[in-house]
């Protein structure tokens, strides 16, 4: 029998998350995304932590391929010397191979495609979702899981908007037989750095193309922080015909003008090995860096999760373990409380720590930022910039939890 019905509006990963874990507990699940065909493969590349693993499995997906596990990480100076090192094991993936085994693990029927969300109503009974093709859906209770331009959360807390950083990330995925000997020896079997003056790159090898996971048929994958004002990322935003994609432009519209400079800045600021990177992604792409924090995660029978709930800065690499913790937090509400109870509950607790992670977060991309506005924030930029301090705190979990983080499942 069915505990009751939910309604997911988001198919990417933290609605996949979501919607295992109720389906797997006996909830009626149906998930509905606004693009119309299956999700297309991002190319970005995922941090994995010991939670992520343990959450899979309870969803029953094995994770021995997930993702390339590298034993160490390194930071590169200009001239291509190792100036750091520092021993930390870690599994590196792909979104497109955690998306796949998600979505896998979720009945066919449950993932509704083309359903674009424009209006809800709800009262003491349930949800009932409107979509912009003229059909609608009715649950227990709904959630949003539809990323940092969430259309429920506008609907329901318009005052609570993305706040801009400063800088962007250039992104991108190498395939591992473009990259040259030496650079493929350096780099491979590393978490990778080098630090420009208030840049950042970063790079790790993940799965390949169709998620092979052979040598030889994987991909490299970097992140380059670079400070931008909101004039630099309006040009950066524009296409070769002169359109400007205010919430971002696809990768393919960016202009060849644009990745011309960005191969050449590579070249003049970055370790050789990165700049060989940069100059061999087919399609590199950049996204604006945001801060976002929603003071309520509950509003009735609606509840926000993963980045329509909080978007911390990518730094501490947290962003798809969070969404999947959220999801996870969320059932342990549901599995003792009514749903309004639950679902105010799991906002105490996910909201506690959503605003520690995104402090943290912000001070460890302090120094990239253009402008530096508080003694604080310029004592987090020292603290943040040396090489053994990027190697020690990137993409690692936090240790700032308190027990009122785990009250759902006490």
Request: with cysteine; hydrophobic share 45%; charged share 20%.
């Amino acid at each position: 029998m069915s505990k009751g019905h939910v309604a997911i509006i988001g198919g990417s990963l933290g609605g996949l998350f979501a919607a295992n874990l109720l389906h797997r507990a006996g909830w009626k699940v149906d998930v509905y995304e606004r693009v119309s065909e299956e999700l297309a493969e991002r190319g970005a590349g995922v941090v994995t932590h010991p939670e992520l693993f343990d959450i899979l499995a309870l969803i029953g997906i094995d994770d021995r391929d997930l993702g390339v596990r590298v034993d160490a990480r390194l930071t590169l100076a200009r001239d291509g010397s190792v100036i750091g090192e520092h021993a930390h094991p870690q599994v590196l993936t792909a979104w497109g191979r955690l998306y796949a085994l998600l979505r896998a693990a979720l009945p066919d029927a449950c993932y509704h495609n083309g359903k674009h969300l424009v209006g809800l109503a709800q009262d003491e009974r349930g949800v009932s979702a409107q979509f912009a093709d003229g059909g609608s859906a009715t649950a227990d209770l709904l959630l949003a899981a539809d990323g940092i331009r969430s259309t429920v959360r506008a609907l329901l807390a318009p005052e609570v908007q993305p706040a801009y950083a400063g800088y962007v990330a250039w992104r991108g995925l190498v395939d591992e037989s473009a990259l040259s000997p030496a650079t493929h020896a350096r780099l491979f079997g590393h978490f990778g750095f080098c630090l420009p003056q208030r840049e950042q790159m970063l790079g790790y090898p993940v799965a390949g193309a169709g998620n092979a996971m052979e040598a030889g048929a994987r991909r490299y994958n970097f992140v380059w922080y670079r400070p931008a004002d909101a004039a630099e990322v309006t040009r950066l935003s524009t296409d070769a015909a002169g359109r400007v994609y205010e919430k971002g432009i696809p990768p393919p519209l960016i202009s060849d003008a644009v990745l011309r400079e960005v191969r050449a800045v590579a070249r003049d600021t970055l370790a050789p090995q990165f700049a060989e990177v940069v100059e061999r992604t087919a399609q590199p792409f950049f996204q604006p860096i945001y801060d976002l924090e929603s003071p309520n995660l509950a509003f009735g029978r609606v509840a926000l999760l993963g980045d329509a709930a909080f978007v911390a800065r990518p730094h501490c690499g947290m962003g798809v373990t969070k969404a999947a913790r959220d999801a996870l937090a969320l059932l342990a509400w549901l599995e003792r409380c009514p749903v309004e109870e639950a679902l105010s509950g799991y906002s105490r607790e996910r909201v506690a720590y959503g605003k520690r992670i995104v402090a943290h977060a912000r001070h460890l991309g302090a120094y990239m930022q253009a402008q530096l506005a508080t003694a604080h924030e310029v004592r987090m930029a020292e603290l943040y910039r040396t090489p053994a301090a990027v190697m020690r705190e990137t993409a690692v979990p936090p240790q700032f939890e308190t027990e009122d983080d785990h009250a759902a499942t006490d």
